[in-house]
Antibody, heavy 122, light 107 residues
Framework: QILLQQSGPGLVKPSQTLSLTCAISGDSVSSNSATWNWIRQSPSRGLEWLGRTYYKSKWFNEYAGSVRSRITFNPDTSKNQFSLQLNSVTPEDSAVYYC????????????WGQGTLVTVSS | DIQMTQSPSSLSASVGDRVIITCRASQSISTYLNWYQQKPGKAPKVLIYAAFSLQSGVPSRFSGSGSGTDFTLTISSLQPEDFATYYCQQTYGTPLTFGGGTKVEIK
């Protein structure tokens, strides 16, 4: 059984960096058959895919255009986890953030992490 | 970006009703369409992948159909545990995008 466990602060000040980690059990972040995704959900933006990291002979990161200039993913093979860093946050970045594994030809998301409510406020 | 439009945005139904939710893509996505169910305070859970394939463990009252731009999720006989919000997602191209959701409420 694959499980994803998220960690990170729930409150971030405007202009600072949001950092979250997703720890993987039951699979490997270096798996050639999976991608590791970040998604956020807010009332104003709905479910928004932020991007993914994956390994296929080398590491790839793909980012959504809406956050591309501010976002970084870092896979950590020693801890079997992957992380999200979102710079220069504003209140519009307040959302529930999820990590999720995608596999198979059609890339459905399963499982998901438990979600982290992040509020951007001073 | 591929836009996903769901309808209706909400509906009221009774236990035992047949419920149909539709999802339309702004361009053809073949069958790269997944359906999720989300309950309050929980992460979404996949029900259907590749437009019509039932995820393991999901009750057979859920079914999906469609290809190209038009898709449907059908619940053949609504059960109390099915009251939730449902989302479609396309994985044909990046950015991966979701529909706006359909909230199924108790009549």
């Amino acid at each position: 059984q694959i499980l994803l466990q998220q960690s990170g602060p729930g409150l971030v000040k405007p202009s600072q960096t949001l950092s979250l980690t997703c720890a993987i059990s039951g699979d490997s972040v270096s798996s050639n058959s999976a991608t590791w995704n970040w998604i956020r959900q807010s009332p104003s933006r709905g479910l928004e895919w932020l991007g993914r990291t994956y390994y296929k002979s080398k590491w790839f990161n793909e980012y959504a255009g809406s956050v591309r200039s501010r976002i970084t993913f870092n896979p950590d093979t020693s801890k079997n986890q992957f992380s999200l860093q979102l710079n220069s946050v504003t209140p519009e970045d307040s959302a529930v953030y999820y990590c999720a594994r995608a596999g198979g030809w059609y890339d459905w998301f399963d499982p998901w992490g438990q979600g982290t409510l992040v509020t951007v406020s001073s | 970006d591929i836009q996903m439009t769901q309808s209706p945005s909400s509906l009221s139904a009774s236990v035992g009703d047949r419920v149909i939710i539709t999802c339309r893509a702004s361009q053809s996505i073949s069958t790269y369409l997944n359906w999720y169910q989300q309950k309050p305070g929980k992460a979404p859970k996949v029900l259907i992948y590749a437009a019509f394939s039932l995820q393991s463990g999901v009750p057979s009252r859920f079914s999906g159909s469609g290809s190209g731009t038009d898709f449907t999720l059908t619940i053949s006989s609504l059960q109390p545990e099915d009251f939730a919000t449902y989302y479609c997602q396309q994985t044909y191209g990046t950015p991966l995008t979701f529909g706006g959701g359909t909230k199924v409420e108790i009549k």
